[in-house]
């Protein structure tokens, strides 16, 4: 797959491109400068020296926002991965045995943590960061092998679990130089598919909600809670298609506001949850002790941590795409080592392992609000609600029903960017076609057969239990098989060709669903 460079200018864009209107103004004058045209001879030096001087204009990625529109634009995404940073704390806290207060505990930490993470990737230092609108926070692939690890040892548990994240990170941390190189074997045929399971894979998740996330709650799946996911769906959407311009942009945040303020007299939401929050409450390090050191754990924890480079890459690739600058090499090793890093650090805090959050990759695809910088202030967001839990309550006022409405349109949407990146895979050549098929279907099996693989080992079901990672690997595994291995002459260049061609130019318009 063709590699742009991360920081590619908008002055290195071929002359072929400038308008070609200059005829239309005063004599001696030219469209771009408005400058005396040189002289005939003169012009390919002059031209030269154009292409070198750069671009006041930054790329989207790199645009700084007004500050209101900064912190409106980065709420909403922090609204959209709140309810996925705390879900994990709040199922592994009760497995291990913690109390209710430790409990919330973890999941203020893990808020925190997942601002840390956020800020490395965003903004970045040295080769650490993808420097994207990139959101980190607390895997889900890590929730059953960290419940099997600290089952009933309380605060022991964790602490087990902690130094397995510790050790994990850092490994990944090392291999990182040598996972990224994979990014050539990312074709349009591979990462159309990975995008298209990522949203498929996520909508579950925005049913779960719509029903009201608890399936052992009377109301699960009642007509009131599915009825109020459907009501915010038609609120966002009605938003996005009357309003314009920055309020467009944050039709989904304006959604969940009116959505949560119709569930209020319906009795689904209530201030319960601020009257008990503390006012300020900082994640003391090492809160549940000191880390402890178990090589099944750490085994199992290093099995995690390579399920959550591959979806971090396969993640980036499909931000890249959206924001119009194409991950290659040193962006993806960069954002793995703001995952392994974050990671690392978390456990610190009393925080699990961080990764890429792919629902807010539907968001800025919604949005189109491409700026790292917005995404940073939801970093920076999420780091003032980790240490003031009043504040992130009021986010928890925002009923799983309303959340599922809204998840719908963005998970939904980055499935769809997905289908409209392999629309640019040549399915009609060699087998891509064939490479679809299988790799959907195998990642599919997690989602219409959950209890497919109930008789496989509990390590593998950390690999097999994720869509995203088993369609990834297939896709990668046959590519190779069918346009790589075996391929000599003209076969080989067709088969890569078919594989590659029609991959989006840098510069052309990024993936969006309107």
């Known amino acids: 797959m063709a590699a742009t460079p991360r920081f590619q200018d908008d002055a290195a864009d071929p002359p072929a491109q400038q308008p070609s209107s200059d005829a239309d103004l005063p004599a001696g004058r030219t469209q771009s400068t408005g400058e005396k045209q040189p002289a005939p001879e003169k012009a390919p030096e002059t031209q030269s020296a154009a292409t070198e001087q750069p671009t006041a204009d930054k790329h989207p990625v790199d645009e700084k926002l007004p500050p209101a529109k900064m912190f409106t634009s ?3 995404h922090v609204a959209a991965m709140y309810a996925g940073v ?4 709040m199922i592994v806290g009760p497995a291990v045995g913690l109390s209710a207060k430790d409990t919330a505990f973890l999941m203020g930490a893990s808020l925190f943590t997942a601002g840390i993470a956020t800020l490395l990737q965003t903004l970045g230092f040295w080769k650490v960061g993808a420097r994207l609108p990139f959101v980190n926070g607390v895997s889900f692939a890590g929730v059953t092998p960290m419940i099997a690890i600290g089952k009933d040892r309380g605060a022991d548990g964790i602490a087990v679990i902690f130094g397995a994240i510790i050790v994990a990170s850092v490994l990944g941390f090392v291999l990182t130089p040598y996972f990224s190189k994979l990014v050539r074997f990312f074709p349009p045929v591979v990462t159309g598919t990975v995008i298209t399971l990522i949203g498929v894979s996520l909508l579950p998740v925005a049913f779960n909600w719509s029903q009201g996330g608890n399936p052992t709650a009377t109301d699960y799946g009642s007509m009131k809670n599915i009825g109020m996911a459907a009501l915010t769906l038609v609120i966002v959407l009605a938003l996005r298609k009357f309003l314009r311009g920055f309020l467009q942009q944050i039709a989904i945040l304006l959604g969940l506001v009116v959505g949560t303020a119709i569930a209020v007299p ?3 939401t209530g201030l319960d949850a601020i009257k008990d929050a503390d006012v300020v409450g900082f994640p003391t390090p090492f809160h ?4 402890q050191f178990e090589i099944a754990a750490i085994v199992s924890m290093c099995i995690v941590m390579l399920v959550c480079m591959t979806e971090s890459t396969a993640d980036m690739l499909a931000l890249g ?3 119009d600058r194409p991950a290659d090499e040193r962006t993806i090793e960069g954002g793995l080592r703001a995952d392994t890093l974050g990671s690392a650090v978390s456990p610190l805090f009393n925080g699990f392992m961080c ?15 491409r700026s790292r910088f917005v995404v940073a202030a939801g ?16 986010i928890a006022l925002v009923p799983l029903p309303v959340l599922g409405g809204a ?21 009609e050549k060699g087998e891509n076609a064939l490479i679809v098929a299988a790799a959907v279907g195998i990642g599919l099996i997690p989602i219409a057969a959950p209890e497919f693989y109930h008789a496989f080992p509990k390590d593998l079901l950390v690999v097999l239990d994720s869509g995203i990672s088993t369609g990834c690997i297939v896709a990668i595994a046959l590519n190779l098989a069918f346009n790589h291995l075996g391929r000599t002459g003209a076969s080989d260049a067709s088969s890569e060709q078919g594989s590659q061609e029609g991959a989006p130019a840098a510069g052309t318009e990024p993936v969006a669903v309107h």
């Open 321 to 323: 795409k959206i924001v």
């Open 266 to 268: 319906m009795g689904m």
């Open 288 to 291: 549940f002790g000191a880390p």
């Open 379 to 394: 970093g920076g967001i999420l780091i003032l609600l980790g240490l003031c839990p009043v504040a992130a309550s009021v």
């Open 407 to 427: 998840g719908i349109v963005l998970f939904g949407s980055v499935a769809a960017s997905g289908i409209q990146t392999l629309a640019t895979a040549a399915l």
């Open 355 to 369: 990764s890429a959050f792919a629902q807010n990759i539907g968001l800025v695809a919604m949005t189109k609000v």
């Open 74 to 76: 980065g709420l909403q």
């Open 86 to 89: 705390v879900a994990p704390p």
